[in-house]
Each structure stands twice: as structure tokens, then as C-alpha cells.
């Protein structure tokens, strides 16, 4: 998948993987897609909330070798 901007938030656990997501999403224009790269395992349930909450959409969501990739698109 095609993405405009990339965000590595390996390593970190809860909140900060959402806390830098919303901050890298507030700068992105509307419809641009952000890939996250995670390595907590709580961070799929987090930021399935996380795009209901904020209407942000959760275009893809998986996971390779313990490490979690989510597309979002930017409301």
C-alpha cells in the first residue's frame, strides 16, 4: 500500500504509540495515508479505539515477525 508519511513508534508501549500517531496525523492533510510500524502487542486493540474514536480510518492492520503495521487515512 502507498503511503504519504511513515511513523516508527517500535519499542514504545501504551499510550505513546497513539500519543504520536494523533500528533503525526494532525499535520497531514485530509485523505493523506499514514503508515505506523508498533511493536506492542496491546497497540492492534489501541488503535482499533483509536480510529472509532478520532474517525480517522484504519485502512489495514498486520503483523510480521512482532512487528504491527497500521495504514490510517486522515480524516
Given amino acids: 500500500m502507498t503511503f504519504d508519511r511513515e511513523l516508527d513508534v517500535k519499542g514504545l508501549n501504551c499510550p505513546l504509540p497513539i500519543l504520536r500517531t ?8 485530509t485523505g493523506q495515508i499514514l503508515r505506523v510500524q508498533a511493536t506492542d502487542p496491546g497497540s492492534v486493540k489501541d488503535f482499533q479505539a483509536f480510529a472509532r474514536q478520532t474517525g480517522n480510518d484504519l485502512l489495514s492492520s ?6 504491527f ?4 487515512r486522515r480524516k
Fill in 22 to 29: 494523533k500528533k503525526a496525523l494532525a499535520t497531514m492533510e
Fill in 62 to 67: 498486520t503483523e510480521t515477525d512482532q512487528v
Fill in 69 to 72: 503495521e497500521f495504514y490510517f
